[in-house]
């Protein structure tokens, strides 16, 4: 079984609106961070939005500060990436990590060798 499973994403027109969900098997308070990563072909993978368990605190990477938002429901076990006006430039795979060392803080938080739980990847196309 999986650790983290994504789904949402998809295609959409510049402007519009997508929502990213990563479930996890664990309860998530068995993390220290969890966080969303993109990676566009050519590129390097990169850190997109943080959420710190203990206490609760969230980092985003500034291309997409204002635009986008995460949300955590420990119920379910379930993060949830919020994509609004989305751009072009944020085509990419986006994958969900979860950090179970506690390596992560909050003046780096987006090192992906910091993360030691992965999901497969959703794939994320904004359009002009």
């Known amino acids: 079984q999986a650790e983290l499973v994504e789904s949402g994403g998809g295609s959409v027109q510049a402007g519009g609106s997508l929502e990213l969900a990563c479930v996890a098997s664990f309860d998530t308070d068995n993390y220290y961070a969890m966080a969303w990563f993109r990676q566009a072909p050519g590129k390097e993978r990169e850190g997109v939005a943080t959420i710190f368990m203990r206490p609760i605190d969230t980092r985003y990477a500034d291309s997409v500060k204002g635009r986008f938002t995460l949300s955590l429901d420990k119920s379910k076990k379930t993060l949830v990436l919020r994509m609004n006006n989305l751009k072009p430039e944020d085509t990419a795979v986006y994958y969900c990590?979860?950090?179970?060392?506690?390596?992560?803080?909050?003046?780096?938080?987006?090192?992906?060798?910091?993360?030691?739980?992965w999901g497969q990847g959703a794939q994320v196309t904004v359009s002009s």
């Open positions: 990590a979860a950090d179970g060392w506690g390596r992560v803080f909050a003046g780096r938080p987006f090192v992906a060798d910091d993360y030691n739980y």
